[in-house]
């Protein structure tokens, strides 16, 4: 495992344990080189998820892809980072499909955000959503307030 710190390959484990439920293995490492200290995770993956693309392209479901624009709609915004990566692992797990459409997994983003921070939620839709107008945002945050 490349070390965060210094690109070192040389590292050595120096705990394990199960995390999520059984899902994955969390190993805390430590690199032989420069001593710092650093976090992986493993997780058995059966069969590569796939997003159909708003023009039908089928890609990879990258789930570091959905984490970033999910912490970038949280930028300065008192959110937890570890609420975020736990959102994706779950909408991983809870999917249990092969495919899955793109709109699907900006749906179940927008979701989670109207409940976590009202201001990352609108966000994350002008993005999602193609926001190009400023009407478009008051649009969204009236429709947001008439949910409360």
């Known amino acids: 495992m490349r070390c965060p710190h210094c690109g070192s390959q040389n590292s050595k484990v120096i705990d394990s344990r199960p995390s999520d439920g059984g899902a994955a293995i969390r190993r805390r490492r430590e690199c032989e080189d420069c001593d710092s200290r650093f976090t992986t995770y493993e997780r058995i993956q059966l069969e590569p998820l796939m997003v159909i693309k708003r023009d039908g392209r089928r890609e990879a479901f ?28 779950r909408l991983e797990d809870d999917l249990g499909v092969s495919e899955v459409e793109s709109a699907e997994l900006g749906r179940r983003a927008l979701g989670f955000l109207r409940e976590l921070d009202k201001i990352a939620f609108v966000r994350f839709a002008s993005v999602y959503k193609g926001f190009s107008d400023p009407q478009d945002f008051v649009r969204e945050i009236e429709a947001l307030k008439t949910l409360q």
């Open 62 to 89: 990258n789930p570091e892809k959905l984490l970033r624009s999910l912490e970038i709609a949280c930028e300065k915004r008192p959110v937890d980072p570890k609420l975020l990566r736990k959102f994706v692992i």
